[in-house]
């Protein structure tokens, strides 16, 4: 099994609105991350997490909360969005923390979860 | 400072060869290079990650000089589903530098 499964597909949601992104993946892997990605731009690295726990943050606005609850989950959750924050939310996963040097660097992504926020 | 470098767009027909390269002046000396393919709204798929010379697998090849600052990505025989944005990462100095994807290659390729 070499998917990275993200729940919802899409989401629409207010302003004052409180939602959850979910990530899972069932590979074993370690190292688990959360991308934002805009229109016809590259992803945007968020967080990053290594066993668990929180690695990277990459200055993300606390209205972006993430979790780890065990090695195959990642959530995400949304509180007070604004339109600006509509975008495609990518996870990904690998096998180690990628830059560690202990294997191949690779990320697996999920297929995305559309957000779209009024 | 870029990280990497690459053509913002190519255009193709199908049946040809496609070459996108990447420049990567700075990459660590112990660090490999790694090319994703992206379709609109899906996430970044793994193609072909190499450290020197040539790496091929039933997608593609990669070619990478002795001197490492550049990389090309070599699609044989493109066909219309390999319309997509192409991205290469390398670590360059920091342990994130490899999670920091550049503006990509957008590949058309036309019947």
């Known amino acids: 099994d070499t998917e990275v499964t993200q729940t919802p597909k899409h989401l629409v949601m207010g302003m004052t609105n409180k939602k959850s992104l979910k990530c899972e993946q069932h590979m074993g892997h370690r190292a688990m991350y959360w991308y934002k990605q805009k229109a016809k731009k590259p992803p945007e690295l968020m967080f990053v997490?290594?066993?668990?726990?929180?690695?990277i943050n990459e200055s993300v606005p606390s209205r972006f909360s993430p979790e780890c609850p065990n090695s195959s989950l990642l959530n995400l959750h949304l509180h007070a969005l604004q339109p600006e924050d509509s975008a495609l939310y990518l996870c990904?996963?690998?096998?180690?923390?990628?830059?560690?040097?202990?294997?191949?660097?690779?990320?697996?992504f999920g297929p995305g979860t559309r957000l779209t926020v009024l | 400072l870029a990280k990497t470098t690459q053509p913002i767009s190519m255009d193709s027909y199908e049946g040809q060869e496609v070459n996108i390269t990447c420049s990567h002046n700075?990459?660590?000396?112990?660090?490999?290079i790694t090319w994703y393919q992206q379709f609109p709204s899906q996430g970044p798929r793994f193609i072909i990650q190499?450290?020197?010379t040539k790496v091929t697998n039933e997608v593609a090849s990669l070619f990478i000089p002795a001197d490492r600052k550049s990389s090309t990505l070599s699609l044989p025989r493109v066909s219309l589903s390999d319309t997509a944005v192409y991205y290469c990462?390398?670590?360059?100095?920091?342990?994130?530098?490899?999670?920091?994807f550049g503006t990509g290659t957008r590949l058309q390729v036309f019947p």
């Open positions: 990904a996963s690998s096998q180690d923390l990628v830059g560690a040097g202990l294997s191949s660097d690779t990320q697996y």
């Open positions: 700075n990459i660590a000396t112990n660090d490999y």
């Open positions: 990462l390398v670590g360059v100095r920091r342990r994130t530098d490899k999670l920091i």
């Open positions: 190499g450290y020197k």
């Open positions: 997490y290594s066993y668990e726990k929180l690695s």
